[in-house]
C-alpha cells in the first residue's frame, strides 16, 4: 500500500505529536505496531516519522522492534544500518534480529556483508534461511563456498533454500556442491534432492546429467519427477535413450514430466 501525500503528511504529524511532543507519552503498543506497518508499505519516511520508528526499535516492546527492524528495511533507511546491525547481533528477541537481519540486505552495504558472513555460521535455522531467500532473489558470488557448505552440512530444513540460492548463482562452483549433494542420496531427504535436481536443471550445466541420471531410480517420486525435468531443461541429446523407461513410472506425475522432457528434446 502506498500512502498518498496527505496520509504521509499526517502520519508524520501524528508521529511527531506523540513523540516529539513535550511529556507526552507513548500510545498502546497494537496502535504503534499499525503507524509501522502503515509506515514500512509507504516505502518512504520523513524525518520526524524515521525518529518515530527508530525510537520504538531501540525502547519498544518486541511486537514494536519486530515491525521497526522491518520498516527501517522497507523505507531504505540506509542511516539506521549500525542500529540494525546491533539489533540484529544484540536484541534478545529472535524475530527483531531476523527482521533486522532482512532489512540489511535490504538496504545493502557493508552491513549487509556481515550479515551474510555471520549467518552462514548460525545455530538459527530461521535466520539462516531469511538470509538464504535474499540470495536467491540477489545471488552473491561471494557466498557460493558458504552456500555450498549449508546445502552440505546444514540442517535438512536449510538446504532447499541453500539450493535454490546456489541455482540462481549459476556457476561452475555451484554444480559442483549440487552434484555433491545429489550423490549423497544416503543421507540426502527427497526435501533436499528435489531441489538439488531441479536447481541443476535450472543451471542448465551438462556437467550435472550423470548425478541427474542416478536420481531417475529415487525411491521418491518428487525427486524422479525433479530430475526427469531437470534433464529436459538441461537439453542433452544423450538422455533421450535414458528417459522412455520412466513413461511407465508408476507416478502419473512422473510420466508427465518424462513426455515433457521427451518434447523438449526433440
Known amino acids: 500500500m502506498i500512502l498518498r501525500k496527505s496520509q504521509a503528511v499526517f502520519l508524520a504529524g501524528v508521529c511527531m505529536i506523540l513523540y516529539l511532543g513535550i511529556g507526552c507519552a507513548p500510545v498502546d503498543d497494537d496502535n504503534n505496531i499499525r503507524l ?8 518512504t519516511a520523513e524525518p520526524d516519522v524515521l525518529t518515530f520508528v ?3 526499535l531501540e525502547n519498544g516492546g518486541e511486537q514494536e522492534r519486530v515491525f521497526a527492524a522491518w520498516a527501517l528495511g522497507q523505507v531504505g533507511a540506509t542511516s539506521q544500518a549500525a ?15 531476523i527482521n533486522s537481519a532482512e532489512a540489511l540486505c535490504l538496504l545493502g552495504g557493508p552491513e549487509r556483508d556481515q550479515v551474510l558472513l555471520e549467518t552462514m555460521t548460525s545455530t538459527d535455522d530461521e535466520l ?8 536467491t532473489t540477489s545471488p552473491d558470488p ?25 541455482s540462481k548463482a549459476g556457476n ?13 542420496t544416503g543421507d540426502m531427504d527427497k526435501d533436499t534432492l528435489a531441489p538439488v535436481a531441479f536447481a541443476l536443471g ?31 531443461m538441461i537439453g542433452d541429446p544423450s538422455v533421450r535413450t535414458t528417459l522412455p523407461p520412466l513413461l511407465r513410472d508408476p507416478h502419473a506425475q512422473v510420466r508427465a514430466a518424462t513426455q515433457r522432457a521427451l518434447g523438449r528434446l526433440e
Do not use: C
Open 202 to 232: 535450472t543451471i542448465g550445466d551438462p556437467a550435472g546429467i550423470a548425478a541427474l541420471t542416478d536420481l531417475l531410480e529415487h525411491e521418491a517420486w518428487e525427486v524422479r519427477a525433479n530430475a526427469v525435468q531437470a534433464l529436459g
Open 54 to 56: 527508530v525510537d520504538r
Open 172 to 184: 561452475s562452483q555451484a554444480v559442483t556442491f549440487l552434484v555433491q549433494a545429489a550423490q549423497r
Open 142 to 166: 561471494e557466498m557460493g563456498d558458504h552456500l555450498g557448505r549449508l546445502l552440505l552440512e546444514g540442517e535438512p530444513q536449510v538446504r532447499p533454500f541453500a539450493a535454490g540460492a546456489l
Open 83 to 97: 542500529l540494525l546491525l546491533d539489533k540484529y547481533r544484540n536484541d534478545p528477541f529472535r524475530y527483531v534480529r
Open 128 to 135: 539462516q534461511m531469511t538470509v538464504l531467500r535474499y540470495l
Open 36 to 43: 509501522l506497518q502503515q509506515i514500512g508499505e509507504s516505502g
